[in-house]
Structures are given as C-alpha cells and as structure tokens.
C-alpha cells in the first residue's frame, strides 16, 4: 500500500495524539509515531483511520455536552470544547488529509 507524506500541523499532532491516548487508540497511536518535522506518513486506510478518530470524538464532545443552550445538560465549557474541536480541529485536519486522500466523513 502505498504511503504518502503529508504536512500536518503540531497541534493537530497533539490533539489526536491525546484522543489516542486517552481513549486507548494503539492504531492511532502507532499512526502517529511516524510524525516528525510537521510531518505525517500514511497510507490510504491510515488517513481513513484519523478521519474515523476524528468522526468519533466530534461525536463523543456532542454526546456528552449538547450545543444547544436550551438542553438542560447544556454547560459553556462543553460548548467551548465542542466549538474548538469541531469548528477548527477537525476542518484543519481534514484540509491537511484531504490534500492527499480521498477519504468519507460521517
């Protein structure tokens, strides 16, 4: 399978390397060993593999704190959370990965 090297900002780096660690990803995580100088090498299931870690925490900062600030769970902190993730981590990402893949958001 062939691999490419792509330019993947540090922060994004630090972003799904924390999901990865927190959730358990060894996938990700093994992924993510490559990174070096603001760069990423991966495959074409390895950059669907980030879009579904992605997909997935996108999903979890809406399970656990609604947006909407009618919801009684509803909390500005969680708001904040789900803002910059969603809002700004995942576009970035998905711009960085998208570059070089063809890859299926859900």
């Keep these: 399978m062939e691999s490419?090297?792509?330019?993947?900002?540090?922060?994004?780096?630090?972003?799904?390397k924390k999901i990865a660690d927190r959730e358990g990803f060894q996938e990700c995580l093994e992924i993510?060993?490559?990174?070096n100088n603001q760069k990423l090498t991966l495959s074409q299931d390895q950059a669907q593999y980030l879009t579904d870690v992605l997909?997935?925490?996108?999903?979890?900062?809406s399970l656990k704190s609604p947006y909407s600030d009618e919801h009684?769970?509803?909390t500005e902190e969680g708001a904040d959370e789900w803002a910059?993730?969603?809002?700004?981590?995942?576009?970035?990402?998905?711009n960085c990965i998208k570059r070089y893949f063809d890859v299926e958001e859900e």
């Design 84 to 94: 910059d993730f969603c809002q700004s981590v995942v576009p970035h990402a998905m």
């Design 55 to 61: 997909g997935f925490e996108a999903t979890r900062l």
């Design 32 to 35: 993510l060993s490559t990174y």
């Design 4 to 16: 490419k090297e792509i330019e993947f900002d540090s922060e994004l780096f630090k972003d799904l």
């Design 72 to 74: 009684p769970n509803y």
